[in-house]
C-alpha cells in the first residue's frame, strides 16, 4: 500500500509538464485564462473523481440488472472504479499524443512515418541530388565534421520542477492518508 501510493506520489510530475506545454502554447492574451482552467479542473476532478468512484463501486450491488450475475465484479468489487480511472488518463493520454503538438522547437516535432514507398522515393531523391553534384568543383573539404548536439529536451529546470511537483503529490497522498489515523 506505502510503495504503491509512494509511486503515485513520485510519478505524478505531470502537472509541471502541462505548465510549461500552455506557457509555450498560449500568449499574453488567454495565458491567464488557460492556467485558470489547471486549477478549475483539478477542483472539478475532485468533486467528481470521489462521486463517480462511489457509484461505480460495487456494481454487482448497485446495478443487479447489469452485472447482478458476474463472478468477477463479485469477487472484485472495486475494479469498475479503479478500471474507468484507468481508461480516462488512457484516453487521455492517446488525445495528447495525437492531437498535442511538439512545442520543443529543436527537436522538430512530430513527423508521421513514412510508408515504404514514400520512403524508397526520398532515399532515390537524395541519392539524385548526391549524385548530381560534381566533386572536381569542390574546392575546399571541411577536415572535421561537427554535428550539432542533440537534446532529449529534458532541461535540469525540467527535471527540477518535475521532481518538486512530485514530491507535491507525495506530500499531500501521505497527509491525506495519516490524517485519519488522527481522527
Not at 143 to 149: D, K, Q, R, V
Not at 174 to 182: D, G, M, P, S
Request: net charge negative; glycine share 10%.
Amino acid at each position: 500500500m506505502w510503495a504503491t501510493r509512494a509511486a503515485c506520489g513520485f510519478l505524478n510530475g505531470n502537472i509541471g509538464a502541462a505548465k510549461s506545454v500552455l506557457g509555450e502554447i498560449t500568449d499574453s492574451t488567454n495565458r491567464a485564462n488557460a492556467f485558470a482552467l489547471i486549477g478549475l479542473c483539478f477542483g472539478i476532478g475532485s468533486i467528481i473523481g470521489p462521486i463517480l468512484g462511489g457509484v461505480l463501486a460495487d456494481p454487482v450491488t448497485n446495478f443487479p440488472s447489469v452485472f447482478g450475475d458476474s463472478l468477477f465484479f463479485k469477487e472484485n468489487p472495486y475494479f469498475l472504479p479503479c478500471f474507468c480511472s484507468a481508461m480516462i488518463t488512457v484516453i487521455g493520454f492517446i488525445v495528447g499524443y495525437l492531437y498535442l503538438p511538439e512545442t520543443c522547437k529543436h527537436l522538430g516535432g512530430y513527423h508521421p512515418i513514412q510508408s515504404e514507398s514514400n520512403q524508397s522515393e526520398h532515399i532515390s531523391e537524395e541519392v539524385d541530388v548526391e549524385s548530381s553534384v560534381d566533386h572536381n568543383q569542390v574546392s575546399e573539404i571541411p577536415e572535421a565534421i561537427t554535428l550539432p548536439a542533440t537534446s532529449s529536451g529534458i532541461g535540469k529546470a525540467a527535471i527540477a520542477v518535475s521532481l518538486a511537483y512530485a514530491l507535491l503529490a507525495l506530500q499531500d497522498i501521505v497527509y491525506i492518508e495519516v490524517f485519519r489515523t488522527f481522527i
